[in-house]
Nanobody, 124 residues
Framework: QVQLVESGGGLVQPGGSLSISCTASGNIFSIVAMGWYRQAPGKQRDLVATMNSGGRTVYADSVKGRFTISRDNGANTVYLQMNSLKPEDTAVYYC??????????????????WGPGTQVTVSS
């Protein structure tokens, strides 16, 4: 069982900055990738940014140049620095991690876990 806990989020004015983070815990054997998705009211959940264990990143076109994802592999933590925020960035941001967990004396098992989400609101 792998759990994700997000922190940060809140209310920010347009043009402002905000940072959110997410830490994975549990019987983690290895994490292949961690990232962020977001879901606005009435819309589907979409990719924001991901980073694999090798440092390769993928960003949604809508956030390129404004958002930066980073990871602390040793701490199983992923960060999202959001700059030049726009009202359309308002959404619940969800952390995602995929990898392998391992209980004692058992082979590693794949996991795909989500955090509970953190609200980011961009408004004046």
């Amino acid at each position: 069982q792998v759990q994700l806990v997000e922190s940060g989020g809140g209310l920010v004015q347009p043009g402002g900055s905000l940072s959110i983070s997410c830490t994975a815990s549990g019987n983690i054997f290895s994490i292949v990738a961690m990232g962020w998705y977001r879901q606005a009211p009435g819309k589907q959940r979409d990719l924001v940014a991901t980073m694999n264990s090798g440092g390769r990143t993928v960003y949604a076109d809508s956030v390129k140049g404004r958002f930066t994802i980073s990871r602390d592999n040793g701490a199983n933590t992923v960060y999202l620095q959001m700059n030049s925020l726009k009202p359309e960035d308002t959404a619940v941001y969800y952390c995602n991690a995929v990898g392998y967990s391992r209980e004692a004396s058992t082979p590693p098992r794949a996991f795909d876990s989500w955090g509970p989400g953190t609200q980011v609101t961009v408004s004046s």
